[in-house]
């Protein structure tokens, strides 16, 4: 399996809340990251785990929350959204954390369309 | 941190022309710098990357440059084809743990290529 798989495709939430999003891979894969983009705009990176700990986090707000339960899956739980978090969350994966070694690529999943109401 | 600049923001060229994507950083400590191809509404692709020990890679049609003294990259695109369309971005991460993109890709601002039939 050489995918990165993400749920939901699509996801309409209010403000009030409570909602997550999903990440799985199973290529082994010791490094995953997750990113935030809008329209035309580059990803946007938000978290990275190496190993299944948190090991980035770009001063994101508290509202959104990753989980790391095991090396394939990664979660994004979302709570008391903004309309401007409406964006394209992406989830990515790499070998090892990407700069180590020589196993630099990053693979992205399709990514979940989040709209805020 | 890393800062990565990409020009030009749009580019049009008629099919079969080439087309030159230009990218610099500012951290002298990154050395992988990959290009992703994004086409409308689906994932980033890694197209290309290459290392700082290396100057040049190329994959058939499409061949990266690399001048780690001036610190910029270029995406060379021969034969375009009407399905080379889409959106563009390069990036940069380090491989030392002092560099200031250190375990994440810093990605530019995109360029969007039209290739006309």
């Known amino acids: 399996d050489t995918e990165v798989t993400q749920t939901p495709k699509h996801l309409v939430m209010g403000m009030t809340n409570k909602k997550s999003l999903k990440c799985e891979q199973h290529m082994g894969h010791r490094a995953m990251y997750w990113y935030k983009q809008k329209a035309k705009k580059p990803p946007e990176l938000m978290f990275v785990?190496?190993?299944?700990?948190?090991?980035i986090n770009e001063s994101v707000p508290s509202r959104f929350s990753p989980e790391c339960p095991n090396s394939s899956l990664l979660n994004l739980h979302l709570h008391a959204l903004q309309p401007e978090d409406s964006a394209l969350y992406l989830c990515?994966?790499?070998?090892?954390?990407?700069?180590?070694?020589?196993?630099?690529?990053?693979?992205f999943g399709p990514g979940t369309r989040l709209t805020v109401l | 941190g890393e800062n990565v600049e990409q020009h030009p923001s749009t580019l049009s060229v008629q099919e079969g022309d080439s087309a030159v994507i230009k990218c610099t950083y500012s951290?002298?400590?990154?050395?992988?710098f990959p290009w992703y191809k994004q086409e409308l509404g689906k994932r980033p692709q890694l197209i290309i990357d290459?290392?700082?020990?290396?100057g040049e890679k190329k994959d058939q049609r499409i061949a990266v440059t690399l001048n780690k003294t001036a610190k910029h990259f270029s995406l060379h695109i021969t034969e375009t084809q009407p399905e080379d369309s889409a959106v563009y971005f390069c990036?940069?991460?380090?491989?030392?743990?002092?560099?200031?993109?250190?375990?994440?890709?810093?990605f530019g601002q995109g360029t969007i290529l039209t290739v006309h039939p």
């Open positions: 951290d002298s400590a990154s050395n992988y």
């Open positions: 785990y190496s190993y299944e700990k948190l090991s």
């Open positions: 290459i290392r700082s020990n290396v």
């Open positions: 990515a994966s790499s070998q090892v954390l990407v700069g180590q070694g020589n196993a630099h690529e990053q693979f």
């Open positions: 990036a940069a991460s380090s491989a030392y743990a002092g560099g200031t993109s250190y375990g994440k890709l810093t």
